[in-house]
């Protein structure tokens, strides 16, 4: 772990390093627009020669989709527990996507011309789930749920599987609880290609959705255009901001389970409370030895773990601000007043009672979250992304009259006459053209 206080040397350049942009790796950028071309070109053979040298699972055109009967057969292996956890959430993302949907408006202008919008489902979507060091259950529901409540009528899922081709029960309980209406069985940048341009057995899909690997996220940044994308989500991130009102052995325990995701997980704690720094500091080496997945966590805090002590909670805002965390742990006393000068974190978890896992599997906003810094500019995963807007205009005469003078203005600044013209021709019997 690293560790930073604001009164060493040097204290202002180290934490300024924190903050950081996701950039693309120029040999991962290479490998996937290979993956592409193959895919584009060879279509299911490309898709079962990838899922052989990757995933290890032998496939054919007629595998490679996994059938409904497939589906419930392995839903139905799924414990009556795992049922249970998988609905309690799904409720909750449900519900809460119910509420966030846009719904059509329309309105008159100054002019008294009709305007409006209208929000309607897409057509057919792809999500990718991961499936690498441990079944991501919780990822179907917080991105095929939405679909779904969008009224997406093709919710077409791929996740990757290895050996026999077997899909895990509770991924299969929870993809059926979701809604997905087409699931296959690839993964990597290959599935992405697929879902993007379409092969002999996979119809493309207008967006793509979900977290991946570098591999997945980099695919999606190549295929944007031709189809839409959501996120690049990258590595999981935590950063916890708290004061001496934090319990430290709270706040190690929060910081370990996003270390455990592993492989370029970002974990930071800043405060402004010494004896909380070292107490975290002290609770993380306790912690650790107690879990499960030692190897993600050793690697995570050893190369990405940073504990930061600031002068005051103000330079902590400024830090986090400047980080965007995809999490943010916040646990002060003065709690509104800090969370209200928060503007960069994609989910911001209130109070020492409030887990970041208790967000990743079951409070109800997605869990795709930005990450890298993007949480500057982009929201996590919103059912609203799985809509599309037309806004809707419609003049009658008088309106249009009572708009001709500012047309005819925009149309002679720009140098635009025809554009003039052709609202003004509709007068023609009346005006001096």
Not at 41 to 64: M, N, P, Q, S, V
Not at 155 to 173: D, F, K, M, R
Not at 351 to 369: I, K, N, Q, R
Request: hydrophobic share 45%.
């Amino acid at each position: 772990m690293r560790i930073f206080r604001y009164d060493q040397p040097g204290f202002a350049e180290n934490v300024a390093a924190l903050s950081r942009r996701a950039e693309p790796d120029a040999e991962v950028a290479r490998t996937v627009a290979e993956i592409l071309q193959e895919v584009r070109t060879r279509g299911d053979d490309a898709l079962i020669d990838f899922t052989r040298r990757y995933d290890g699972a032998e496939l054919t055109r007629e595998t490679l989709r996994i059938a409904p009967a497939e589906l419930e057969a392995a839903a139905a292996r799924a414990t009556a527990e795992v049922r249970e956890a998988i609905e309690a959430a799904h409720r909750n993302v449900a519900d809460f996507a119910r509420r966030s949907l846009r719904e059509s408006w329309s309105g008159r202008n100054a002019q008294g011309a009709e305007v409006g919008e209208r929000f309607d489902s897409l057509g057919r979507v792809g999500i990718y789930v991961p499936a690498g060091t441990a079944p991501l259950v919780s990822t179907v529901l917080m991105t095929v749920t939405l679909a779904a409540m969008a009224g997406v009528p093709e919710i077409v899922v791929t996740t990757p599987v290895a050996g026999a081709g077997e899909l895990n029960p509770a991924v299969a309980s929870a993809l059926q609880t979701a809604g997905a209406t087409e699931v296959y069985r690839i993964g990597g940048a290959q599935a992405v290609a697929a879902m993007a341009f379409g092969t002999e057995s996979i119809r493309p899909v207008l967006k793509i959705f979900g977290p991946g690997n570098p591999w997945v996220v980099e695919a999606k940044r190549q295929v944007f255009g031709t189809v839409g994308v959501d996120l690049l989500p990258g590595p999981s991130e935590i950063l916890v901001l708290a004061d001496e009102s934090a319990r430290a052995v709270w706040v190690a325990a929060d910081m370990l389970a996003q270390a455990e995701h592993g492989h370029g997980s970002a974990v930071l704690l800043v405060t402004n409370c010494a004896t909380l720094l070292d107490d975290v500091q002290r609770e993380i080496a306790r912690q650790t030895a107690e879990r499960q997945r030692g190897a993600h966590l050793a690697e995570v805090l050893e190369k990405n773990t940073s504990l930061v002590l600031v002068r005051d909670m103000a330079e902590g805002v400024r830090l986090a601000n400047a980080f965007a965390p995809e999490h943010l742990s916040l646990v002060v006393e003065d709690e509104a007043a800090v969370a209200g000068a928060l503007r960069t974190s994609g989910a911001i978890f209130l109070g020492g009672y409030s887990p970041v896992a208790g967000g990743d599997f079951l409070a109800g906003p997605s869990h795709e979250l930005p990450t890298g810094g993007a949480g500057k500019a982009f929201p996590g995963l919103t059912v609203d992304q799985f809509q599309r807007r037309t806004s809707i205009v419609r003049f009658d005469a008088a309106s249009l009259k009572n708009s001709l003078p500012f047309i005819r203005t925009f149309s002679e600044i720009e140098g635009l006459d025809a554009h003039g013209h052709s609202a003004a021709i509709r007068f023609s019997d009346s005006l001096d053209l």
